[in-house]
């Protein structure tokens, strides 16, 4: 019979320095690769903004598009004082996201099914059907009644 060598067992590195002198080498070249590129390519400089004269057409980025439409359907309220619209936008979705945050908190059943928890269920889907329902507004144009902006126009 063939003698068996015992099988070798893994040298493990310790953390300092094998692993963190590697990642730092790591770090570096990409802070190497990132300077190039800037001083290859550097941006362009432009006019400087004008925070009085917005364009017409700027709209925030569809993970905002909600609370964007909540300031312009909130505008009602300057009618009873010129702030509350800008408070409103801040107030309602914090009171949204401190619902949210917690709702584990406040419903301490034991029960782990959703069908099982009808009123958590339907905080939560009032909510995102809220924050569905102002995106989809927030993306039509002013006076045009399509939900997908055309191509130009964007």
Do not use: C, N
Request: hydrophobic letters at 55%; proline letters at 10%; a positive charge.
């Amino acid at each position: 019979m063939a003698e068996e060598k015992p099988k070798k067992q893994k040298q493990l590195l310790p953390f300092w320095p094998h692993y963190l002198l590697s990642e730092f080498i790591a770090w570096y070249v990409m802070l190497a690769v990132l300077i190039g590129l800037a001083s290859l390519m550097p941006a362009e400089l432009t006019a400087k903004a004008d925070p009085f004269r917005t364009p017409a057409d700027t709209k925030p980025e569809w993970y905002f598009l909600f609370l964007y439409q909540l300031l312009k359907d909130a505008a009602f309220l300057s009618v009873i004082h010129p702030e509350l619209p800008k408070l409103a936008g801040i107030i309602l979705p914090g009171i949204g996201l401190a619902l949210l945050a917690l709702l584990p908190f406040l419903d301490r059943t034991k029960r782990r099914p959703a069908r099982e928890r009808p009123l958590m269920l339907a905080i939560v889907v009032i909510i995102l059907l809220l924050i569905i329902f102002l995106t989809v507004r927030g993306t039509a144009h002013e006076g045009v009644t399509y939900l997908v902006p055309p191509q130009g126009l964007v």
